[in-house]
């Protein structure tokens, strides 16, 4: 039975996925009484399954309280229904990080997560292109505000460009860790081609930025050669499948008559499977050299690190909101190039109903409504586009207190993560890294499919960042046979 629990959190944000991302809220309702029947099982058949540790009461508090708060802004919301499908969804991600804190405890489980959403993320993605690459094939349902992006099976382009930084980071962590069998090197490594191509096929700058921050913060938290080598082995091999798709429309914005994109597919296929192919090669080569040594960072590398993905973050910010959004934004790659974005028009709005109601908000749900009234571009949005952003419009201080609350719960236990289990965290860190950088751009608190895989991430750090006494001793993992240097 524990395995069977096991297997639906690990996969089911997969599954969610391919229900627009769980982001209605019927689809939601259903998860969230699925994730709670984990916990029930988690607590029936895990000794002494609830957590002790104050990090993890921090964050499940924060959590559990943000949910309750949440669900009582249905006295002053604008709309109560929508304030109470925000607090359902709230109740949803208390259940996956409270069934991920009980049930991924033991180091066997806690070695199946990264492959098991790395694997969703690639399932994912691989369904979005395949349509792009096999046009005469498949045909998936399309939305004229995609433009022509990667939206499918998600529906939001941004939201599967965020899956497949997850995904990717999670890749490269793999490619890079000794301790994992050299099969399974070498798939992490052949899988970052085509989730470098999902990723850059959604266009979405966002997201890219959330890549390139947990991969800076991959690197500090698993300060080893073989890292860095499984590092530019998934960067070359994401950055040869993008420039492979690049100079075709059909591939990258689904134009041109159907015998020219299946043309062009055809050979953006080919090349994306020589590129796995030599990724994978690539990977066993170096794989089989050896010669595991660690990287000299600087002292204050992880703060430095920091550092630099929240001045990237604030200088695009600063930046971008100098830019007119008059003119529409181009389909394709011209989109990388440019820092223009309606998000400047909803984040003042959302400022502007935070000042009306600073101590509790609007409401959850009332950032819309607000957007009706005093929305200076003709533009439909149901959410603000910036999760910390949002929560201070909608549940004010109180809310984003709850908030930091949370984050800082995460973050404390990833630390003690880290420190206990250098290696068997390092994954989950930056992949939850590259989370919070994409979380206040975007909507991904929305979108189940997404910020599921980042609560399981978490509630496993969380776990592993337990006091010793408090919960299983973790084994340390020796580098399988098959990982080991050949002469």
């Known amino acids: 039975m524990t395995f069977a629990a096991r297997l639906v959190l690990l996969g089911g944000a997969t599954v969610l996925a391919f229900y627009s991302g769980g982001y209605f809220s019927e689809q939601q309702a259903w998860a969230g009484l699925v994730a709670w029947a984990l916990v029930a099982v988690g607590i029936v058949v895990v000794p002494s399954a609830l957590p002790r540790g104050r990090y993890a009461w921090l964050a499940l508090g924060a959590l559990a309280l943000l949910a309750g708060w949440t669900l009582a802004s249905i006295a002053w919301a604008p709309i109560a229904g929508s304030a109470y499908h925000a607090g359902q969804l709230v109740v949803l991600y208390l259940g996956v990080l409270l069934a991920a804190v009980i049930l991924l405890r033991s180091p066997g489980a806690q070695q199946a997560v990264e492959p098991a959403l ?232 959302a400022l502007r109903a935070f000042a009306a109601e600073p101590l509790h908000g609007v409401g959850a749900g009332g950032w819309a409504v607000w957007w009706l009234r005093y929305r200076q571009i003709n533009d439909f949005a149901q959410d603000a586009h910036s999760l910390p952003l949002q929560t201070l419009a909608e549940l004010g201080l109180v809310g984003i207190a709850l908030l930091a609350a949370l984050v800082a719960g995460i973050a404390l236990a990833a630390r003690a993560a880290h420190r206990i289990a250098p290696g068997a965290a390092a994954g989950a860190i930056a992949a939850v890294v590259a989370y919070a950088a994409h979380a206040p751009l975007d909507w991904d608190w929305q979108m189940p499919a997404v910020t599921i895989v980042a609560l399981v991430l978490a509630g496993m750090l969380v776990a592993q960042g337990e006091p010793p006494a408090e919960r299983a001793p973790l084994a340390v993992r020796a580098p399988p046979r098959s990982a080991a240097p050949h002469a």
């Open 118 to 349: 790395a694997a969703g993320a690639l399932l994912v993605i691989g369904y979005g292109i395949s349509e792009r690459l096999l046009p005469g094939l498949l045909h998936f349902a399309r939305s004229t505000s995609a433009q022509g992006r990667l939206e499918q099976p998600l529906t939001y382009w941004n939201a599967m460009g965020e899956l497949a930084a997850l995904g990717f980071v999670l890749c490269a962590r793999m490619a890079g860790d000794r301790t994992r069998p050299l099969r399974l090197r070498v798939a992490a490594a052949a899988a970052s081609a085509p989730l470098g191509m999902g990723l850059y096929l959604s266009f979405s700058r966002g997201a890219l930025f959330a890549c390139v921050a947990g991969l800076v913060a991959l690197i500090v938290a698993a300060p080893r050669r073989e890292q860095l080598q499984g590092i530019l082995v998934a960067v070359c091999a994401g950055v040869l499948a993008a420039l492979v798709a690049a100079p075709f429309r059909g591939v990258t914005s689904l134009a041109d008559s159907l015998a020219t994109r299946e043309r062009q597919g055809a050979i953006a296929l080919v090349a994306l499977v020589a590129i796995v192919i030599a990724a994978g090669a690539a990977q066993w080569l170096l794989a089989r050299r050896g010669g595991a040594r660690e990287l000299r960072l600087p002292r204050h590398g992880p703060w430095a690190a920091l550092a630099v993905i929240c001045a990237g973050l604030t200088l695009a910010i600063a930046v971008g909101a100098k830019e007119s959004t008059g003119a529409p934004l181009s389909a394709g790659a011209g989109r990388l190039v440019t820092f223009q974005s309606n998000r400047y028009d909803y984040w003042k709005v």
